[in-house]
């Protein structure tokens, strides 16, 4: 059995591609960094390293990687042959591998079994994004790839920090991790991935992932870097911060419970367990990488404008939502190019432009106006006429 995985960064090694090694798949990964590629490729094992309360080491062996930059060719005659594909790029590089994978299709004999393809993104329903990128560049040949691949939608949850120089192709993890994989695409031949589960609906699993973990991890990043603090075990030892981090979730659980039926006990858990994970010292993890491509983050159906947005429609509290982002709005790290295009939007562009921009919302939407106010208060600090 063979897996290409595309994206061999944190999530991709420290994951991914350890369940899928575990699961007795031949790993195939696909990279466009050519040092990490050619570090993958001497040599033949790694070490994926679990810091903190039942952390343990793995070794991973099985694998090689591929540049898909300089030798695509070999990455789609890998898919070819493949039983399975995932990714864990990031959700706006989902475009640039759907050509690989549609390729890969179009070469794959047709009595094959299906390909089996997860994206591991942290975005809603990832896998459909990246059928429809590969539906749309295949145009009229898509109904002759459709039946060569199964599409199923996941959510990964295991937090990996950005790797620190000469650290290798070993990785430093948290010993957590939960893998939510949509069922009803494999029929009865789902893939082998040991500890990962196989759920009838995705949504109340990725909402509870993305608008608990992601939410709070962001609103920890958000206003530690506001506070002039480097990692997130740190800002949440701030009790003014830690307060901030609860109220926001207190507000995404109060959504997710009325929106999924979920047991306001269980989330209570759910999110305590998350703040032990946050407050892991043993995890080297920064308020820049949580905090990266802010405008990703503060985008319509994600961590907070997606829970925030529904949370108005209902009626329900969003205060501390709101706040949240009004830190987001301030995080300005010179080299992220979400963070420098954001300040200059909030230097160039009105409250109202700047809001409809970011946030995606409708004037009329009960959200806006508090999210305006919001951007109106940075640019009021920021010296510039709202
Ligand atoms: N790190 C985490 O804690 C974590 C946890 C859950 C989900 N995720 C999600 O996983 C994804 C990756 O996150 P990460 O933290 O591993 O980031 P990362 O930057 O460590 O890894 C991304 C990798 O993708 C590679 N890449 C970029 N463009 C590519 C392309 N066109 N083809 C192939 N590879 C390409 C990069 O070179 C890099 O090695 C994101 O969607 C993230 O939200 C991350
Ligand atoms: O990867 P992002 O940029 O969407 O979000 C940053 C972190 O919150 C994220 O990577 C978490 O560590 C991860 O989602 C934990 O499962």
Not at 117 to 143: F, P, S, V, Y
Not at 205 to 227: C, D, M, P, S, W
Request: proline share 6%; charged share 20%; with cysteine.
């Amino acid at each position: 059995m063979k897996a290409v995985h595309f994206g061999a960064g944190n999530i991709g090694r420290g994951f991914v591609g350890l369940l899928l090694h575990q699961g007795g798949y031949e790993l195939v990964f696909s990279d466009v960094a050519a040092p990490l590629v050619d570090a993958i490729n001497t040599v033949d094992r790694y070490t994926v390293h679990e810091v903190g309360e039942g952390g343990r080491d793995t070794v991973v062996t099985g694998f090689r990687a591929l540049n898909s930059a300089e030798h695509p060719d070999a990455v789609i005659e890998e898919i070819a042959g493949a039983n399975v594909v995932t990714t864990a790029v990031g959700p706006t590089v989902l475009k640039f591998v759907a050509p690989l994978i549609m390729s890969g299709l179009a070469l794959r004999d047709p009595s094959s079994p299906p390909l089996q393809i997860m994206a591991c993104e942290n975005a809603i329903n990832a896998t459909d994004l990246l059928r429809d990128e590969i539906k749309a560049q295949a145009g009229e040949a898509w109904d002759a790839l459709a039946g060569r691949a199964v599409f199923a939608n996941t959510a990964v949850d295991r937090i990996v920090p950005a790797q620190p120089e000469g650290a290798g192709v070993d990785v430093t993890v948290e010993p957590f991790f939960e893998w939510a994989i949509e069922r009803p695409p494999f029929g009865d031949d789902p893939p082998t991935i040991p500890g990962a589960h196989f759920v009838d609906d995705l949504a109340p699993y990725i909402e509870r992932k993305l608008f608990t973990v992601n939410t709070g991890h962001a609103t920890t990043a958000y206003f530690g870097a506001q506070a002039g603090i480097d990692t997130i075990a740190a800002a949440l030892s701030d009790p003014a911060i830690a307060a901030r981090v609860s109220a926001a979730l207190e507000e995404t659980s109060a959504l997710l419970a009325v929106k999924h039926d979920l047991d306001p006990t269980s989330l209570a858990d759910y999110r305590a367990t998350i703040l032990r994970r946050f407050r892991n010292a043993a995890l080297p993890d920064t308020v820049w990488r949580v905090g990266r491509q802010p405008l990703r983050k503060l985008s319509r159906h994600e961590r907070f404008v997606g829970p925030a947005a529904e949370a108005a429609e209902r009626g329900l509290a969003v205060d501390a939502l709101v706040a949240a982002m009004g830190a987001a709005l301030a995080f300005d790290d010179t080299e992220d190019a979400q963070s420098v295009d954001l300040q200059r939007m909030l230097r160039e562009q009105d409250a109202a432009s700047v809001t409809a921009a970011v946030t995606g919302l409708e004037p009329q939407h009960p959200l806006f106006a508090k999210v305006e106010a919001v951007v109106a208060a940075r640019q009021a600090e920021l010296g510039v006429a709202g």
